[in-house]
């Protein structure tokens, strides 16, 4: 009797943490191969196109397709270089300002 109930026991254990493992939510990441997924579905793409698209739509969900994304860091440096340009900054002045510039946090 104490060995059936402790078997019942622990198979119940076991079915309940399966199923909350099962709900647990989904990582950026897992939401954007999802999103991703769907976009080629309904676009019907296969083989190549389908590759490539996927590629894209991963690396980088903001920019339009045929686009080179840019990396968070390159977009940074980006945005402090128009910057220090407007400001008219040469020499040390504009390389201490990109320093401080690319530390700030965004």
Do not use: H, Y
Not at 25 to 36: E, F, S, W
Not at 77 to 93: F, H, I, P, V, Y
Request: proline share 4%; aromatic share 4%; charged share 20%.
């Amino acid at each position: 009797m104490k060995i059936t109930v402790l078997v019942t026991l622990i198979f119940g254990l076991l079915f309940v943490s399966a199923l909350s493992a099962a709900e647990k939510t989904l990582t950026p990441q897992q939401q954007r191969m999802t999103l991703c997924n769907q976009q080629a579905k309904a676009q019907t793409l296969t083989g190549d196109a389908r590759k490539t698209f996927m590629s894209n739509c991963l690396k980088n969900t903001k920019t339009e397709p045929g686009q080179k994304s840019l990396t968070p860091q390159q977009q940074r440096m980006r945005e402090c270089n128009a910057q220090a340009t407007q400001q008219s900054l040469k020499g040390e002045d504009r390389s201490k300002f990109m320093s401080g510039c690319l530390k700030k946090p965004q």
